[in-house]
């Protein structure tokens, strides 16, 4: 069985659930406690068995509050995904063609990101290979 990896960038506003989200992915639970916000980024690694094919997202859970929006320039580098959570897409739009040219950009509304929409951007970037 082969392995392959990939560096998945999660952007969008704060407070849409991103972390959450990939938490959730990350270990079938709910966070649970008060929010807190993300500042810079973490990352957490998703793995998916397909078929003939072990495939692990390095997802980089970056920080909406636009007190830190001159950070994330620098974790879009090299990414093969990015999964954009907004109201206003249009917002990450530049950043992700400025830095990010020949990523998988997937485009999800606050309150749609779940487990599906990581297992669909690991389907997709295997489809394409690396």
Not at 60 to 81: I, K, Q, R, S, V
Not at 112 to 120: A, K, M, P, S, W
């Amino acid at each position: 069985m082969s392995h392959l990896s990939f560096k998945v960038v999660l952007a969008g506003d704060a407070g849409v659930g991103k972390t959450n989200a990939v938490y959730h992915a990350f270990s079938g639970e709910n966070k649970e406690g008060p929010y807190t916000p993300t500042i810079g980024a973490c990352v957490h690694p998703l793995t998916y068995d397909f078929p003939d094919t072990l495939v692990t997202l390095n997802v980089w859970d970056t920080a909406g509050n636009p007190a830190f929006a001159c950070l994330p320039d620098g974790y879009y580098l090299e990414a093969d995904g990015v999964i954009i959570v907004a109201s206003d897409p249009n917002l990450y739009q530049d950043r992700t063609d400025r830095i990010c040219q020949g990523a998988l950009v997937m485009v999800v509304s606050p309150g749609e990101l779940n487990d599906e929409t990581f297992v669909e951007m690991a389907r997709s970037l295997l489809e394409r290979g690396k």
